[in-house]
């Protein structure tokens, strides 16, 4: 599972084979540039869900829900869930929380649309959380973490995210949980791992998280082509005559150009795209 924001990126991430896109709040800070996740709305992550699903063809397709559109009552989380199905062409939702959402995710399940949970490290809680730390690193924390996996999985969803918690609970967790967990920061042994696109492919300015592994490097390669195209520009190299539109002759005729018109187009117009 790996997060797309946009058409683009998911087209590539979905062609690339990820099973599963997520449509993660996380937006809020590699999208938008906040601090946290907070401040992302419900029509906002709807706006991002509608490019991804025009985006991708073939992956599962999952919508996060932000910040209060889920906390305040199951009545509201099931019309916020209904939204990201019937507006923003998702297939599931995900939402954080472990035996205090149990009876939310059991409502939005009965209402016939398919959650993955969210436990341990919860970027939603920060605050309460005292920062984005590992969670269930003590006996009793890590207890909690083991039951809020459990309520989640018996309210019902489909699978679960385990973030930032011991490899050890982990799989823990995973051995004993009948539904599909995916790990972040949570070691090798969950059944399936999520990263967001951004860090995975290096199109992050900042220094990464321990949990993460680069597979590109996006941003140093951005800022290789931006100076390339600069310098271009002033030395006019580009555009080139390859870069640039011709215009027809007054008399030529299709025959006088053997038979094709300038850029091939019935009325002599270059497509300027594709
Ligand atoms: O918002 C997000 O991208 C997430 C994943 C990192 C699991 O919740």
């Known amino acids: 599972m790996v997060t797309a924001?946009?058409?683009t990126f998911a087209r590539m991430l979905d062609e690339g084979g990820a099973d599963v896109l997520l449509v993660g709040d996380s937006l809020g800070m590699v999208v938008?540039?906040?601090e946290t996740t907070l401040p992302v709305t419900l029509d906002e992550m709807l706006y991002h869900c509608r490019a991804v699903a025009r985006g991708s063809k073939r992956a599962h397709l999952v919508g996060d829900m932000p910040f209060m559109s889920y906390q305040v009552s199951p009545e509201?989380?099931?019309?916020s869930a209904g939204r990201f199905l019937a507006e923003g062409g998702m297939h599931a939702v995900k939402l954080e929380g472990g035996a205090a959402m149990a009876p939310t995710i059991r409502r939005i399940v009965?209402?016939?649309i398919p959650v993955m949970g969210h436990v341990g490290l919860t970027p939603q809680s920060v605050h309460a959380m005292g920062g984005f730390k590992v969670q269930g690193k003590r006996e009793e924390d890590a207890q909690r973490v083991l039951e809020d996996a459990r309520a989640v999985a018996e309210a019902g969803a489909y699978a679960i995210v385990l973030e930032g918690i011991p490899s050890e609970l982990a799989s823990h967790i995973t051995a004993e949980?009948?539904?599909a967990t995916i790990g972040i920061g949570a070691g090798p042994h969950c059944d399936g791992q999520v990263l967001v696109c951004y860090d995975l492919l290096g199109l992050t300015a900042e220094r990464v998280p321990r949990f993460?592994?680069?597979?590109?490097?996006?941003y140093q390669n951005g800022l290789t082509a931006?100076?390339?195209?600069?310098?271009?520009?002033?030395?006019?190299?580009?555009?080139?005559?390859?870069?640039?539109f011709g215009t027809i002759p007054e008399r030529a005729t299709p025959a006088a150009a053997g038979g094709l018109q300038a850029s091939g187009t019935p009325d002599g117009s270059e497509p300027v795209r594709g």
Do not use: M, N, T
């Not at 271009?232 to 390859?242: D, I, L, W």
């Open 5 to 7: 924001y946009d058409a």
């Open 212 to 218: 993460v592994k680069q597979y590109e490097h996006f």
């Open 32 to 34: 938008q540039g906040q």
């Open 177 to 179: 949980l009948p539904i």
């Open 226 to 244: 931006i100076a390339r195209f600069k310098h271009e520009v002033q030395e006019g190299v580009f555009p080139s005559a390859e870069q640039s």
């Open 76 to 79: 509201e989380a099931v019309r």
């Open 110 to 112: 009965a209402a016939g």
